[in-house]
């Protein structure tokens, strides 16, 4: 890094010097400007984005160069500089064209992947908003009550639980809940409308100076659509009484401004004895401004909320004894219900054709209660061990950047930055472990306080690209104020702790043709403890650290052709581990992971879309011995691939599997979560406007389970406790059939 110094400040220090540059702006066949489009030279590996109003400036551009204007459901626009067109100015227009992996190009960048990935959402959507996270390569999720909490999520050899060292964003919101009632890092993606979703942006390890807390294994950036291009109306209905409504409708349109509602109900009993009596409703309203010369005002309204019963973990040996079925329940009155209402507002103002703000800000009601029983009647033989984890948060922030493009002057020379700020402050008010009985009777309160977390941050970003290397060092500077007020204390009893992180990151790319590049990243990231065990820990390991380098390469061989490849190497300071007899995550010992990633997309003809990625992942802790470091439910070998058609006569869809090997469960392995291969299958028929879809999870009816711990439990006729997987089954045969109009 001290090597860079003289060279950035060089680099800003230069004013502008003259050079060959080419300008326009990139428009619809409905003469609409289209934002973001990739213009892209081949011949020197140059690019930038059009900005709100379709303008784009490509410096450093000379007689013979190929440019490449493209973007997903376009079709790709070529264009040769002549003598004519230096420093000259033209307007290109985007014809409309079905989905394919041609439609990107490869460019110098660090989350170069997430642009051929979004390939695979479009031929592919989601059924549900968690779903999404299945397409980041390697990323594996399961659910494991009810369908109404938060999913757990695994990642690169981590049991990430429901969000702790993955930070995720819908549209600049955070949705991980730091200090939450049930889990550091709680991410619950529910409040979002799957037909909402327009891409999708990832990275993986802790490269990203704009991505802070939480982005360890890595960071996952949802954005959904700022308008719709008509209205839509879905019915879903199948198996074990499930219901799903949507609708989606645009109430305002005009030449610069738009506003679109989309609702969503689901209501299912589940596969289980038991029902879950599950129910969600979603409504958001969204309206955008653009006068596409340099202003895009987006403003956002969500409201979700979910009420659900569950049956929760049960132990193998309760179902080997006949005591129970493989879908029954030890305690079926756990269960919760969550709310969460959204105010967000983002704003783009294109200060001239190199430089642009980007700002921010946001307001969160959010509620939760959480009824759990993971050991039955090991700690109370009368009553049973239910506990109630239960909050209410108001949470706030803001973020502005600003980012500015330089022309350097020599041929194949480019230079942008980007610098920022922001903070965001959670209100955390009764935040309660209490042990309860059928979810009516406080037995006892075990922990019950106020939390006041406060995040203060900036970064810098620096994108230096010359000839065939591109040069991205980052630094990110973050600032935490943890308070909790401990409500059991007969007196006041108020704690206070605060901590700097100072994160430096570097990228290098080398793109060794038009079609070839390599990479090497390497930072440091970090994910915050919960208030409540950094007070009472006297601030120690408050913001542990995460150590992680990357080296790899993306091809495409031809323009139907992506595949990837990447060696990496993760140190955490710090590790959760998953404690099932408390139901709680707690801090542990230092851990190494590393792996390697492979992925292939192939675009095997216009009608036909094949996507396939494998994950393998060596996951130990430190300062164990061996045979007794492996770390509880981390994967060491994932894998997920599918084969998705369209335009076939009327008929489109696709089948996809997911795979996860056998894993410990425990430090000593002598417990084993089993693995799973489980077949996924959509078909659809379109006529006219209408569209019948037929939906079958799980097509083979493979019997697996979903979620799995190693948990000390004692049943109601058992004298002595017993450790052993404790499980929650996954989803049988489950077909659904849905219609749909758009008009």
Request: proline fraction near 3%.
């Amino acid at each position: 890094m001290k090597k860079l110094y003289p060279l950035i400040l060089l680099i800003l220090s230069c004013a502008p010097l003259q050079a060959h540059y080419l300008s326009g702006t990139v428009q619809s066949e409905k003469t609409a400007a289209l934002e973001g489009v990739g213009v892209y030279n081949k011949t020197t590996g140059g690019y930038t984005y059009t900005n709100v109003s379709g303008y784009f400036e490509l410096d450093d551009v000379s007689v013979g160069d190929l440019i490449y204007f493209y973007s997903i459901g376009y079709k790709n626009h070529q264009l040769t500089i002549t003598e004519d067109l230096l420093n000259g100015t033209v307007n290109i227009t985007m014809e409309e064209a079905v989905v394919s992996l041609d439609q990107v190009v490869l460019v110098s960048k660090a989350n170069a992947l997430s642009n051929f990935v979004n390939v695979d959402i479009k031929t592919s959507p989601v059924k549900s908003s968690q779903e999404i996270l299945r397409k980041v390569p390697g990323l594996i999720i399961g659910q494991h009550a009810g369908g109404g909490k938060a999913e757990q999520i695994f990642l690169r050899g981590f049991d990430v639980d429901h969000g702790t060292d993955v930070a995720i964003n819908v549209d600049g919101l955070p949705v991980n809940m730091v200090s939450h009632a049930h889990g550091q890092g709680y991410a619950d993606m529910h409040f979002i409308i799957p037909e909402t979703i327009d891409n999708l942006d990832f990275g993986k390890g802790p490269y990203y100076a704009n991505h802070g807390n939480f982005n360890t294994a890595g960071y996952i950036d949802l954005k959904t659509k700022k308008k719709i291009d008509g209205n839509t109306i879905s019915l879903e209905a199948g198996q074990f009484n499930t219901l799903r409504t949507l609708g989606m409708f645009k109430v305002a349109e005009g030449d610069f401004s738009n506003a679109y509602i989309a609702s969503e109900l689901v209501l299912t009993d589940g596969p289980f004895d038991s029902s879950q009596n599950f129910n969600r409703i979603n409504l958001m309203g969204r309206y955008n401004y653009s006068d596409y010369d340099n202003q895009d005002l987006t403003l956002t309204v969500s409201h979700f909320q979910s009420k659900w019963d569950a049956s929760g973990q049960i132990p193998q040996r309760a179902v080997d004894q006949g005591l129970i079925g493989r879908f029954g329940a030890i305690d079926d009155t756990e269960g919760g219900n969550t709310s969460r209402t959204n105010l967000l507002v983002n704003h783009t103002n294109q200060i001239d054709e190199h430089s642009s703000v980007r700002s921010k800000a946001y307001i969160t009601k959010y509620d939760f209660e959480l009824f759990s029983n993971f050991t039955f009647f090991l700690e109370d033989p009368v009553n049973g061990d239910q506990i109630r984890q239960k909050e209410d948060r108001t949470l706030i922030g803001a973020e502005t950047s600003y980012a500015r493009s330089f022309h350097i002057g020599d041929h194949d020379s480019q230079l942008r930055y980007e610098s920022g700020l922001g903070f965001r402050y959670d209100d955390v008010n009764d935040v309660q472990l209490s042990r309860t009985k059928d979810r009516k009777t406080l037995l006892e309160r075990l922990a019950y306080g106020n939390v006041d977390e406060l995040n203060l941050y900036g970064f810098f970003d620096l994108t230096y690209k010359k000839n065939k290397w591109t040069i991205n060092p980052g630094l990110r500077l973050d600032y935490f104020k943890f308070d909790y007020e401990n409500l059991l204390s007969e007196a006041y009893d108020n704690q206070s702790e605060d901590k700097l992180f100072l994160g430096p990151k570097l990228n290098l790319i080398y793109a060794a043709s038009p079609n070839v590049q390599f990479f090497s990243k390497s930072g440091i990231g970090f994910h915050s403890n919960d208030s409540r065990v950094v007070t009472a820990n006297s601030g120690e390991e408050i913001l542990p650290l995460a150590f992680g380098s990357d080296l790899g390469t993306i091809i495409k061989p031809t323009d139907k052709l992506v595949i990837n490849a990447a060696l990496w190497y993760l140190y955490l300071q710090q590790e959760f581990v998953y404690v099932g007899d408390a139901g709680i995550v707690e801090p542990s010992g230092k851990t190494r992971r590393y792996g390697v990633d492979l992925g292939l997309r192939y675009q095997l003809a216009d009608w036909l879309y094949f996507n396939g990625d494998i994950n393998y992942t060596h996951a130990r802790s430190i300062d164990e011995p061996d045979g007794a470091d492996y770390i509880p439910l981390a994967p060491d070998l994932t894998s997920s691939a599918g084969l998705s058609f369209r335009n076939l006569g009327n008929f489109s869809g696709g089948i996809n599997y997911r795979l996860v090997d056998d894993r410990p469960a425990n430090e000593d392995q002598s417990i084993i979560a089993d693995g799973y291969f489980i077949t996924d299958l959509n078909l659809n028929y379109s006529i006219k406007n209408w569209t019948l879809g037929l939906i079958v999870e799980n097509l083979f009816d493979t019997e697996w389970n979903e979620t799995q711990f190693a948990t000390e439990s004692r049943m109601f006729n058992e004298a002595q406790p017993f450790e052993e997987i404790h499980f929650t089954p996954g989803t049988p045969f489950y077909i659904r059939g849905k219609i749909s109009v758009n008009f």
